[in-house]
């Protein structure tokens, strides 16, 4: 089983919509847990770190749910800027701690 | 200012040859790491260095040899390189690398064609 599974879509909605997707992890002991953003041939950056209570950064909601183990995000009134690859990422301690990551989940907004 | 910088940012380079790909990083943080991302897109951890120590080494080939000559620069050299070593290798650094998992900032990439 991977470390970190999400759906890879893609997920083709137009402007304005909202759109949501999950994760799940295997490590039930990881601790920490992100939305990394991934244009096109460019490098990762990270979109929001994932609290417990779940959190919000402008149009972007994250939530986590420790006893099914998947993380979600969601983004309301989608922008065109937003067409982005969104990559699930989660602490794993195996010796030491590293983060493993999801092949991504690809979001297109067309006009 | 550049906070993690690659170089270079494209290799094309044949089938046996050695390379190395160069990463500084100027944001003061004790932890580096390197990446490979695959065609399949996976992002996956090679190496980790903490202060200029070793603290990840994942089950890489041998012929991959990091070097930290000190805690802002880890280089990375391959020798004898193969047709699957052909993907994109991300440089990234952290404040923090052991026991709890910071943000990670990733360099822009180095795009790895062997033919």
């Known amino acids: 089983r991977k470390e970190v599974e999400q759906d890879p879509g893609p997920f083709n909605v137009p402007e304005g919509a909202t759109v949501a997707f999950n994760c799940t992890y295997s490590?039930?002991?990881?601790?920490?847990f992100f939305w990394y953003r991934q244009d096109c041939r460019k490098e990762p950056k990270l979109l929001m770190s994932?609290?417990?209570s779940g959190n919000e950064d402008g149009r972007f909601t994250a939530q986590l749910n420790r006893a099914s183990q998947y993380i979600s995000l969601l983004i309301r009134d989608s922008k065109l800027s937003d067409s982005a690859t969104y990559l699930c990422?989660?602490?794993?301690?195996?010796?030491?701690?590293?983060?493993?990551f999801g092949a991504g989940t690809t979001v297109t907004v067309r006009a | 200012d550049t906070a993690v910088s690659q170089t270079p940012k494209y290799l094309v380079t044949q089938m046996g040859n050695d390379k190395s790909i160069k990463c500084e990083q100027n944001?003061?943080?004790?932890?580096m790491y390197w990446y490979k991302q695959d065609s399949k897109k996976f992002l996956k951890i090679m190496f980790s260095?903490?202060?200029?120590?070793?603290?990840i080494n994942e089950t890489v080939p041998n012929r991959f040899s990091p070097k930290s000559p000190d805690k802002a620069h880890l280089n990375l050299h391959i020798n004898s390189l193969e047709l699957g070593d052909s993907a994109v290798y991300f440089c990234?650094?952290?404040?923090?690398?052991?026991?709890?998992?910071?943000?990670?900032?990733f360099g822009p990439g180095t795009r790895l064609t062997v033919t």
């Open positions: 260095y903490n202060n200029k120590e070793l603290i």
């Open positions: 944001l003061g943080h004790d932890t």
């Open positions: 990422v989660v602490n794993i301690r195996n010796g030491d701690y590293k983060l493993s």
């Open positions: 990234a650094s952290s404040p923090r690398g052991t026991g709890v998992s910071y943000e990670q900032y």
């Open positions: 994932v609290y417990s």
């Open positions: 490590n039930s002991a990881s601790q920490s």
